[in-house]
């Protein structure tokens, strides 16, 4: 498939746009990569400066199996880094076709504006063992473990406000996010287990209730 080119300027996208691109998300989120790409690059060419469109088109292209398409649109998505997202997708897209040394400058550019994303850090830890710098590969991989339990905390807290809500099915999910990131035998841990303890022991009460 030929990509569209998508200038990376920003705009303000139409409802009509909005509704496009939540339906090539979907795609994407499904694992139909070749939809989601037909489908953001559908859009991209009738918006072309949408550069969330570009992109998606991206990251489909990625998983698709064109590392090559993906690293293209992925740059005319990230030409200033104002769009982050982009601009580690094309790290990653680099780093698939074989251009090291373009992806190493881009994630040190990223790490510099951003020290703490996981995804960066994560990016940085793969450079490192892929120099041989195994000490520094097992650094950023620690630095980028610490930043994921942020992301779990962040779950946990939405679990809350869900399970006060009412909404228990809701809740549970973060919770199983929750888990899957937070650090074991930690104090964040210990309150998402006792809010699933809480969320099994109201659904049951709410499912022996005549």
């Given amino acids: ?19 496009e691109y939540a339906r090539a998300a979907a795609l994407y989120r499904d694992g139909n990569w070749n939809g989601a790409l037909a489908a953001a690059d559908g859009l991209c060419g009738r918006a072309p400066r949408f550069a969330a469109a570009r992109t998606l088109a991206g990251k489909a ?17 990230a030409a200033d880094l104002g769009n982050r997202e982009a601009a580690i997708w094309l790290v990653r897209a ?26 960066i850090l994560h990016l940085e830890a793969l450079d490192k063992r892929d120099g041989g710098n195994d000490a520094g590969y097992v650094a950023f991989l620690e630095r980028s473990l610490e930043a994921v ?9 939405r679990a809350r406000l869900r399970y006060a809500s009412g909404d228990f099915a809701g809740a549970d999910t973060d919770i199983e996010a929750a888990l899957a990131l937070l650090p074991r035998k930690s104090e964040a841990r210990k309150t ?12 049951t009460s709410k499912g022996s209730t005549p």
């Fill in 61 to 77: 292209a990625l998983f698709s199996g064109d590392a090559e398409g993906a690293a293209v649109a992925l740059a005319l998505a």
């Fill in 149 to 157: 339990s942020g992301v779990g905390i962040v779950f946990l807290e």
């Fill in 192 to 203: 998402a287990d006792g809010i699933r303890a809480a969320i099994g022991s109201a659904t």
């Fill in 1 to 19: 498939m030929t990509l569209v080119a998508c200038a990376p300027e920003r705009f303000r996208p139409t409802d009509g746009n909005l509704e």
């Fill in 94 to 119: 680099l780093r698939t076709i074989g251009k090291a040394d373009e992806a190493r400058e881009l994630t040190e550019r990223l790490l510099a504006g951003d020290p703490d994303d996981w995804r």
